[in-house]
């Protein structure tokens, strides 16, 4: 079966082709963050509710301190949750206040305490400084009732969550979270924690992209690992059933001991393609049900599967989660310290350190060894120059795009 190998814009196109959100649900303010926003939240209160102080002093008229020194007459005080509740401020009179507590009627003005002396009888005299508009808080300077503070399709984050609960919510309405079920692949696996036996080594690839499913607002469901038998591997499969996404790891370059490909067309799903012009990561398979359920196999070595899921399944998951504002980290342009090769056919995510030179100039330094299976390299690195097919030789200081590395 011919299968041409796709750049990296093609195959995430098809990946995402035709996606649509999950659905609605209500959820409580402290299950929200990660979520995605569903609908435009407006505003049920006013905020703030009154005119408020921002510092603590003198609640005055304006026109009364227009003249320094001014002697003017304390009449009471007003404190957070305490208002005033004396009659409306007259010429020449103050009211004590305190930071967040709202203005007495009649009053238009805050004189901070530093700018003011008392004395015994409880005159204040106010001998320094004009009031200054910053110090009074006008109600409805955030947001006024029924405005929309945080549009649909936004990642909600803490901050969003805080706005959300000044406003009076105390649940919102979410895209459900995607469900990516994730399904290691090989006779060679054990779970972490076991000691590998001879030809062995240690499951560690679902565990990194379970974290990163997590965090772009995905649930992850590690199904354990499958056994390089077709029944093994329909018999996991079958577990994902009611997941969005279903991402396999290894197999999946379609080979003679590959059996993941056999495994999904068993399971209804009609391949798409199974090779990209990626380093690393050649071996990307994408296959789809008719459910709409979609399934990605990324490669079993791990920088391939991690770097994989980072290109591929996260856009995926804000996709299915209905997001305006992508996650994506940012791309930049740094010069190299040290010299590159020409790139061969396939688009390349070197492993890199981003670092900044003495006058301020991003500089990367792409490590010693590209080697797909070395996680310790992924691990320190904190960027990926990302070369494109047939990029020519580079020397020293010449420039080169970056990846900074949110994962």
């Not at 093609?10 to 959100?21: C, K, T």
Request: overall charge negative; some cysteine; proline content about 8%.
């Amino acid at each position: 079966m011919s299968n041409p190998a796709l750049s990296v814009d093609e195959a995430l196109a098809r990946i995402l082709d035709g996606v649509r959100p999950t659905q609605n649900e209500s959820v409580a303010l402290l299950e929200a963050a990660g979520r995605t926003l569903a609908e435009p939240l407006n505003a049920k209160l006013t905020q703030p509710p009154f005119h408020a102080s921002a510092m603590d002093g003198y609640a005055v008229r304006a026109a009364d301190v227009a003249t320094l020194p001014a002697r003017l007459t304390l009449t009471g005080e007003a404190a957070a949750g305490h208002p005033f509740s004396g009659l409306p401020l007259r010429p020449g009179e103050t009211v004590r206040i305190f930071t967040g507590a709202p203005l007495p009627q009649g009053s238009d003005a805050i004189v901070i305490q530093e700018n003011t002396e008392r004395e015994a009888d409880g005159t204040v005299i106010v001998v320094d400084g004009t009031p200054d508009p910053g110090h009074v808080r006008a109600a409805g300077g955030d947001f006024v009732t029924g405005a929309t503070t945080i549009e649909a399709g936004t990642r909600l984050m803490p901050r969003h969550i805080a706005l959300a609960a000044a406003m009076g919510h105390a649940a919102l309405p979410t895209r459900r979270k995607p469900v990516v079920a994730i399904l290691a692949t090989g006779d060679e696996l054990v779970t972490p924690g076991i000691t590998p036996g001879p030809g062995q080594i240690v499951a560690s690839n679902s565990y990194a992209i379970a974290a990163m499913v997590t965090r772009a607002g995905g649930e992850a469901r590690l199904l354990g690992i499958a056994r390089d038998t077709l029944d093994s591997l329909k018999s996991h499969l079958d577990q994902a059933a009611d997941a969005d996404v279903l991402i396999t790891i290894g197999g999946a370059s379609v080979g003679d001991h590959d059996l993941v490909s056999q495994a999904l067309e068993a399971n209804g799903f009609e391949l798409d393609f199974w090779k990209i012009a990626m380093r690393p990561g050649k071996p990307l398979m994408f296959a789809q049900a008719k459910s709409g359920q979609r399934a990605i196999g990324v490669p079993g070595n791990p920088v391939s599967s991690i770097i994989c899921t980072a290109i591929f399944v996260i856009p995926l998951i804000e996709a299915l989660s209905g997001a305006i504002r992508s996650a994506a980290p940012t791309h930049t342009e740094a010069r190299l310290t040290t010299p590159l090769e020409k790139n061969g056919p396939r688009q390349h995510y070197m492993r890199a350190e981003l670092t900044l030179a003495a006058d301020g100039t991003p500089t990367v330094t792409p490590a010693s060894s590209q080697d797909s299976a070395l996680l310790t390299i992924l691990a320190r690195a904190n960027a990926l120059i990302v070369r494109p097919p047939y990029a020519p030789p580079l020397a020293e200081g010449d420039k080169v795009t970056v990846r900074t590395i949110d994962f």
